[in-house]
């Protein structure tokens, strides 16, 4: 649907309905710079499944009104909530399904995995890397989009079940309480966002390191205006190779690797005004190592604090333990950052109290902290 009449419609429909709100995004990633969501699909008890254009509509507040009692089932929850805030959509309770499973110990848990081996019935994921952002999309697509709210609540059911069985329902509740609480909040802002340039181990010295800064921002910029995967305007195996090779007019940069394409081409002045600029910049206006924030890479530890790595060891060897009777995936127990920060600066004072709350403030539930405080904190001294 794409009409207000037709979302008017939709929302006296979900406000009449019952129990859960299966819901589901599709994006364009890989094609557009945004992430936004290019279709909504719904679907209740008693309303049916709608699918929504949300371009022509704006938000979806009046929507998101209706259903706001009711809880939201979703997979993968953490990449559509982003996208479902910008339109207005933000759940007050949800039940996601691949996290869901995770805690149950599921070994696969995609969609299409969990609604064969669980309901019996199989799903196509062909089109899940489709360019949505395409008008008008095509019936086999819709059809494709329809499918994956369509049993998305009897999913719900069934591992709502083995999670009460397994006696971790509450452990999931929490976790879906944090999801509601962080989830709908935009990705955080990276410092020096050019250093994830794939490749970019290959770059040495800090000129060709503003060589890669400067590619990398000008291609940023073309890609937002153009609404556009940065992927797609230059390749991060070009930024690099240029970056490298430093070519200074146009007929030796368009023999570098990545930019012999006619679109690639038609940016050349752009490409060797941004290489020129890193030319110019002056020693100090060269980018320089950020400071490092909270431990240094685990590979590092045992040269420089060999007790804090033996700490790591131990403090990883009572994750898996645990994670291994409880049959959950060591990531799903606890982050594995919160682990390497607790080792590497431990309380001072070393308590199954003061390790528990430490870890609440990494961001770890209740659960996981009953789970793992008293073993963590036998294993942080040194072992005699």
Not at 353 to 373: E, F, K, P, S
């Amino acid at each position: 649907m794409e009409s207000g009449k037709e979302l008017d419609d939709a929302v006296a429909r979900f406000a009449a309905g019952t129990g859960p709100v299966a819901v589901d995004a599709e994006r364009a990633s890989g094609y557009r710079y945004s992430q936004r969501a290019y279709l909504v699909q719904l679907r209740r008890a008693g309303a049916g499944t709608v699918l929504i254009d949300p371009l022509p509509l704006g938000d979806l507040r009046a929507l998101d009104a209706a259903i706001a009692d009711a809880e939201w089932v979703l997979h993968a929850a953490n990449q559509d909530l982003p996208c479902l805030a910008e339109l207005g959509l933000r759940p007050r309770r949800l039940f996601d399904t691949e996290l869901a499973a995770r805690l149950g110990g599921y070994e696969r848990v995609g969609l299409a995995a969990l609604t064969e081996s669980l309901l019996g019935y199989s799903l196509e994921k062909h089109h899940s890397a489709a360019d949505w952002s395409s008008r008008p999309l095509p019936e086999s697509w819709l059809t494709y989009a329809a499918l994956d709210v369509e049993m998305l609540t009897d999913l719900r059911d069934v591992l709502a079940e083995e999670l009460q069985r397994q006696g971790k329902a509450e452990w999931a509740a929490e976790e879906f309480a944090a999801l509601v609480a962080s989830g709908g909040q935009p990705p955080k802002v990276r410092t020096d966002p050019w250093r994830r340039t794939s490749g970019i181990h290959r770059i040495r010295g800090q000129r060709a390191q503003a060589r890669v800064r400067a590619l990398w921002y000008a291609r940023d910029a073309v890609a937002s205006r153009r609404d556009s995967a940065p992927g797609r305007v230059l390749p991060d195996a070009a930024i690099v190779a240029a970056a490298e090779l430093d070519p200074q007019d146009e007929r030796t940069l368009l023999t570098v690797p990545g930019f012999g394409g006619r679109s690639v081409r038609r940016l050349a002045k752009t490409w060797l005004e941004a290489l020129r600029e890193a030319r110019a910049l002056p020693d100090a206006e060269l980018p320089v190592s950020p400071p490092i924030e909270g431990p240094p890479p685990p590979h590092r530890w045992a040269d420089r604090d060999p007790a804090a790595a033996a700490r790591l060891a131990r403090c990883r060897e009572v994750v898996l333990q645990i994670a291994a009777q409880h049959n959950l995936p060591p990531e799903n127990l606890i982050s594995p950052d919160s682990i390497r920060r607790l080792a590497w600066t431990p309380p001072e004072e070393v308590t199954v109290a003061t390790v528990g709350d430490t870890l609440r403030g990494y961001n770890a539930r209740n659960w996981q902290v009953n789970l793992l405080a008293t073993g963590l904190a036998e294993a942080l001294p040194a072992q005699d």
